[in-house]
């Protein structure tokens, strides 16, 4: 019997391309700056330093991608004329932006960031700037490389490291983007196509599984389990194109 697994969208290329010799002379500017560490030091090995162009407080050192706040521009992207031309082609709203710096042989490890797929309202684009044919992402095991001044949409929720394997700093820019109409024909354009949510509203539970899910919640005898159990046995009925049969 067939498995109820629909693959989400890993990654995608997107059309907007920039020059990334005029890119690279806005990250002179920006290399006078402090960058800060990553926040979360058990996250990676090795070096991984970012500055902010929007960020929640309008400080170019404040790097967190805080949830349902308000981003403004920094300082640093009033001196970054490529940058703001970057940020101006992608017609709406953007949150964190931000430049994310790789060491030389640094590793990001693997690791999920929930909600942050085009399904649950937030598309993070990667537009290199410097980087090299040995900085590997690993998106749920597919390796891919981005090059660079291309735009790329990266599905965060999928499980994902990134490994610099060349002797030089990668830097991408990062933009947290709000998907509208605008945005989603962009994506739409490229190939992509929205993931149906999960027909039994559990990932874990598909066609092949979901007998046996719905006898364990009959055997539980908790009083939760038969609202869930309607649920699953309405879901289910559309595998049978009728009412399904009873469990004994």
């Known amino acids: 019997m067939a498995r109820n697994v629909v693959q989400a969208t890993r990654w995608l290329r997107l059309p907007p391309a920039f020059d990334a010799g005029r890119l690279r002379a806005d990250l002179d500017t920006a290399a006078a700056w402090h960058w800060q560490a990553h926040y979360n030091g058990r996250a990676h090995r090795g070096g991984w330093t970012s500055i902010s ?47 994310m710096a790789l060491a030389p042989g640094a590793e990001i490890k693997p690791h999920r960031d929930r909600g942050g797929s085009l399904e649950d309202g937030l598309a993070r684009l990667h537009i290199p700037i410097v980087t090299d044919p040995a900085v590997v992402f690993t998106l749920d095991g597919e390796e891919v490389h981005f090059s660079a001044g291309a735009t790329w949409y990266m599905n965060a929720n999928c499980l994902h490291a990134v490994r610099n394997g060349s002797a030089r700093e990668r830097v991408h820019l990062v933009l947290d983007c709000v998907p509208n109409a605008w945005l989603l024909a962009l994506f739409e354009g490229s190939g992509w196509r929205p993931t149906p949510p999960p027909k039994y509203g559990d990932p874990n539970i598909d066609d092949a599984n979901v007998d046996a899910v719905i006898a364990a919640l009959r055997a539980s005898g908790l009083p939760a389990a038969e609202a869930l159990i309607a649920q699953l046995e309405t879901a289910r009925s559309d595998r049978y194109g009728k009412p399904p049969p009873m469990l004994g």
């Open 53 to 99: 162009l929007r960020s929640a407080s309008g400080e170019a050192a404040d790097i967190q991608a805080w949830e349902g706040a308000d981003f403004s521009d920094t300082e640093l992207l009033a001196r970054c004329p490529a940058f703001q031309e970057a940020l101006a082609a992608f017609d709406c709203e953007k949150k964190a932006v931000r430049l």
